[in-house]
Every structure is written in structure tokens, then in C-alpha cells.
């Protein structure tokens, strides 16, 4: 069993954290994971994405081929655009549809979305309206991660415990606020009819 996805967003969306939480999980069911160097951290606003491989087996690179991804997932809505080209056939899109308007001629967003619904298996979540829910603009991330573990093959469990390895150092309010972004998330994602 395994799984190759692309975690796609713009520096200061939280991308690193998805990543540790879902490779915390990993650990934990004791299977092989790589992630790629996480591109554009230098930046706040500046394209980030990683490639991540997670499987029951031995994984030999850390790169995705391109039109090998299982899921893009994504916090940035022009950023899944970027990598359509490594999503398989059958390739699930967890993306936000609300865009980080951080340059002056982001594209308009009806074009940008009609774009991503080409895809057959896509799931649009309005990720800042769920993370102030959950009671911050910050947890966006763990909202993606929630819709997102709709189709992951870690199970729930396992990634609510890497939630909960990732902010143990930041108090219990913040742990309970970002487990209730990803369930928010998960809710969200169970709804949309694929």
C-alpha cells in the first residue's frame, strides 16, 4: 500500500505541518515515508510545495514522477493549478477555494476553479470560513489535512495523534483548536458528493 502526495500552498499557510503530522502518522503505523525539500519557505507568500510518499513498503525516491500523484493537496487554490501535471488519472484534488491574493495580477478566481474542476475527483473547502470556526485563521492547514484524510489511507486516528505531537508545546487550547479545524475539515469533505 501506498500513497504519493503533493502538498502545495504559499510560505506561511502552514505546508511543513501537514507534512510532519502526516509523517508523525506514519511513524506510528510504522511504514516507510520520504518527503522532498520543501520549496520557497524563504519566503512568506512565496510558492511552497513538498513532495510526500508514504507507503507499507521501501520507497527509493523521494520525488513523485510526474503523473504519478495520488492527491494534491493543496491550501492555495492558484498553487494546485501549479501542479496538475503530477496528478494521476485517478488522482484525488483536497484544495481551499479561497485564494492568498498576494500578487496584483492573481488570476480571477472563476477561471482559476473551472480549471481545477476539470479533474474528476476534486473536493473545494472554503478553509478560512472553517478555520475561524474552529477559532483561528491559523489552522486552514489542519482543515486541508481533515477533508484531505477523507481519501488518505492513514487512518484518522493516527493523524489526530500527529496533530497532537505537532502542538502539545503550545497548550491544550491550541491542540483542542486545531483538532477541531480537522474535523471541520473532515465534515466538510464527507459532504461534498464525488
Known sequence: MKQDIILAGVGGQGILSIAFVMDIAALQKGWQFKQAEVHGMAQRGGAVQSHLRISTETIFSDLIPRGQADMILSVEPLETLRYLNYLNPEG????????????????????????????????????PSLAHQAGSSLTQNMVMLGAASTELIIEESYLKEGIKQLFKTKGEQIVAMNLKAFDLGRQAALQINQ
Open 92 to 127: 484525488f484534488i483536497i484544495s481551499n477555494c479561497v485564494p492568498y491574493t498576494n500578487i496584483p495580477d492573481y488570476p480571477p478566481m472563476e477561471k482559476v476553479l473551472e480549471k481545477i474542476k476539470q479533474s474528476p475527483r476534486v473536493k473545494l473547502l472554503d478553509a
